[in-house]
């Protein structure tokens, strides 16, 4: 019984830290905004993917050379990091699939990252974007990914959408102003 309590402790504990670390993110969007310089997306996924120190039932697929883009260095790598995480760690394949690509749009990029995971039912559209709202109990996760991915967007004067079929997966586009 003691090292039952013992761990529920250990988890809650983890829970607070996950918290404060996504809140603090959160709160300190808007105020990156004035560090934008020239970013190499291309550069940035190799180094986001290594990072994720990904198994070999996980392939991840750029079909393109991504553009070149005006941007905070962290706050695009914490915006791709939080889709890529989403499109892992929400598939319950054996072969995870994602693909991450773009369109040049005339004032726009347009960005998506696709999955073949679990996919969401359309009555959670616009609820996975709000702070907190997880729609699984994951002890390890915040329910804030989202909501920090659509403030950034925000902050780049752009928008940020979903497109999901029920056990089909996900496709998760947004645009940044140029």
């Known amino acids: 019984e003691g090292k039952e309590r013992i761990e529920l402790i250990r988890e809650n504990t983890q829970k607070i830290d996950t918290l404060v670390k996504a809140i603090h993110t959160y709160s300190t969007i808007d105020r990156e905004k004035q560090k934008r310089s020239n970013l190499d997306l291309d550069k940035l996924l190799k180094t986001i993917l290594k990072e994720f120190n990904l198994s070999e039932n996980i392939n991840v697929h750029i079909p393109e050379k991504l553009p070149n883009i005006k941007g905070d260095k962290n706050i695009m790598e914490q915006l791709f990091t939080n889709l890529i995480d989403n499109s892992i760690k929400f598939n319950g394949k054996e072969n995870k699939k994602i693909e991450i690509g773009y369109s040049d749009e005339k004032i726009f990029w347009k960005f998506y990252v696709k999955d073949n995971g679990k996919g969401i039912d359309k009555k959670y559209f616009q609820k996975i974007f709000v702070a907190f709202s997880k729609l699984e109990n994951d002890y390890k996760s915040a ?16 928008d ?15 645009t940044l102003k140029k």
């Open 160 to 174: 940020i959408w979903i497109e999901s079929e029920l056990n089909e997966g996900s496709t998760f586009y947004f």
């Open 143 to 158: 329910g804030i990914g989202l909501s920090i991915a659509k403030k950034i967007v925000d902050v780049y004067k752009g």
